[in-house]
């Protein structure tokens, strides 16, 4: 492949910063590295103990003495933003995520029970990360997969309007409260980069932060950081499980962890793969023959821990690997670490490559293929159709996923809703993410009740019920030792022809399997019902 010369060049090196700023909600208005805080005023600190939280109730398991407890659940009466209340209604009509509802509540909850919490408000922060270097190179790649950092927190501020006014949290609200980071998130991807995410999980601890809700800036790093200082992070993404329990009650994310969505895909090898023609190739001589299985992964400890999950749920289920390696994640010169584990892979005779990746590295690793005229099928995970799109194309219409097929904007939930928020704001692209993330928060907050702390936190997750069916983030299931509530997927193939629904480009992932949805905790049995696999286009059939 022949590398662009003079100004190209340089923005060809630094096309994975620009792309992954481009998942970000970002483009950074040039102020200091100072909250923007919405002419908000920032809550006093907490009273303090060792950390600042308070993490013992009453005796009986009930709230201290002086704190009104919260009414339960589904007792008859009208809640806080007006709707009836009773026996298994939702807090909410207008989602299918909502927590069973609650009467409106009144009397004392407590004040200031944990660090950014007072009687009137509940404090979270939202970290810009882009710097000024990084904005000159995302305005000359244009972006095509979110709109501007204003854009970003004028959705937020609407949403968090709407939901302070219907969700219960006792005589609170939620104050958004931006910054601008210093940290390099995508160095902290790479596993560097760790004092600049510390510095930055220190100013959200600073500005008052209770949560922190970053978005696909919720790096490992950060999220880690934060949970040294006490924050809760929502939207962590692809954590392994172990993370998410080392770091409790601190770590949330909508998303699925690495271990169920790296597992998932196993199955979907094991089962739809294994010992059958690669009928998703690019090869023709492939299709003709059994399929033989390689699986590559990034070099950092999260995709390892995919990795060794993937590894498992193989070894489990008597499927032999031919080629097992890591590629080094550096986005500073990505080509020849692409290079360098597709020609393994050619040379090994994989037909398969099991890929449990980031959304950035199957542009190289695709452009790699193409140049040495290797033409596998791709299993991997769903990171979007904007993403999809960035890859090569005669690649990854050979592409098979984990995840949910895309529905228009204007018919999910997300639009709905923020159409009731503030008709007059002009929707981001990235608008279902910041939704998602959001209505997680407030479900766990009006679920932990007025003592607010947390643990408390924590315990109103794991009480938390099933979503309704039929939601635009499929199924959301809760309990102790869940801290990402997302429990299906469907299998998908990537069409370029296709019309993305969220996106109206061609360009999108399309279901397999009649659109069946699966589930993560059946995924071991229910990936036996998709063999052989069913997609829309067969190649050579």
């Known amino acids: 492949m022949i590398r662009p010369r003079g100004a190209a060049a340089l923005l060809w090196r630094y096309i994975p910063i620009v792309l992954a700023i481009a998942i970000l909600a970002a483009l950074l208005e040039l102020v200091p590295s100072v909250v923007k805080s919405h002419g908000k005023t920032l809550p006093p600190a907490a009273p303090a103990g060792a950390s600042g939280y308070r993490t013992t109730s009453s ?132 596993g560097k980069d760790a004092a600049g995410a510390h510095e930055d999980a220190a100013t959200a601890k600073a500005l008052g932060a209770f949560a922190d809700v970053s978005l696909i800036s919720s790096t490992p790093a950060y999220d880690r950081a934060l949970a040294r200082d006490h924050v809760i992070s929502i939207g962590a993404q692809l954590m392994p499980q172990s993370s998410f329990q080392a770091l409790a009650p601190y770590a949330w994310s909508p998303y699925a962890s690495c271990n169920e969505e790296a597992g998932a895909l196993a199955e979907l090898a094991s089962h739809s793969i294994a010992g059958q023609p690669a009928a998703y190739a690019g090869g023709a001589a492939d299709r003709s023959r059994a399929a033989v299985i390689g699986l590559i992964y990034p070099e950092t400890s999260q995709y390892e821990d995919c990795a060794r999950e993937a590894e498992n749920v193989l070894r489990e289920n008597n499927v032999k690997l031919a080629f097992t390696g890591s590629y080094p994640f550096d986005p500073s010169d ?89 008709p007059h704001v002009t ?85 397999c399997e009649s659109a069946k949805i699966f589930s993560y905790s059946r995924a071991s049995v229910e990936m036996r019902t998709a063999s052989p696999l069913s997609c829309p286009v067969r190649f050579g059939a």
Not at 391 to 413: N, R
Request: hydrophobic content about 40%.
């Open 59 to 190: 005796a009986d398991g009930g709230v201290p003495a002086g704190i009104t407890p919260a009414i339960a659940p589904g007792t008859p009466g009208t809640t806080v933003g007006g709707y009836h209340c009773g026996p298994g209604i939702r807090q909410v009509r207008w989602s299918k995520y909502a927590p069973i509802c609650e009467p409106v509540w009144h009397g004392s909850n407590g004040g200031s029970t944990a660090p950014g919490v007072t009687s009137t408000t509940i404090t979270v922060t939202y970290r810009d990360a882009v710097t000024p270097e990084e904005q000159v190179l995302l305005a000359s790649a244009g972006s095509p997969i979110i709109g501007s950092n204003a854009l970003t927190i004028q959705a937020m501020d609407a949403y968090i309007s709407l939901f302070n006014r219907d969700f219960e949290l006792y005589g609170r609200h939620v104050a958004l409260v931006p910054f601008t980071g210093k940290g390099d998130f995508l160095a902290e991807e790479e």
């Open 334 to 422: 990505p080509q020849p670490g692409a290079a360098s584990v597709i020609a393994k892979l050619k040379a090994r005779g994989v037909s398969a490559v099991l890929c449990p990746c980031d959304p950035i590295s199957p542009i190289f690793l695709t452009a790699a293929a193409n140049a040495s005229g290797y033409d596998p099928e791709w299993l991997t995970f769903d990171s979007g159709d904007g993403f999809g799109r960035l890859a090569d194309q005669s690649q990854w219409a050979h592409a098979i996923g984990i995840g949910l097929q895309s529905l228009p904007l204007d018919q999910t939930e997300a639009y709905r809703v923020f159409e009731m928020a503030d």
């Open 427 to 511: 929707p981001p692209p990235d608008l279902s993410g910041i939704y998602e993330s959001l209505l997680l928060l407030f479900d766990g907050l009006q679920a932990a009740g007025p003592d607010l702390t947390p643990s408390h936190f924590q315990r109103g997750m794991d009480s938390l019920p099933e979503s309704v069916p039929g939601g635009m983030f499929g199924a959301w299931k809760f309990g102790p030792n869940l801290f990402d509530p997302a429990r299906s997927f469907q299998v998908l193939q990537w069409s370029p022809v296709a019309i993305s629904g969220s996106e109206g480009k061609p360009g999108a992932w399309i279901a």
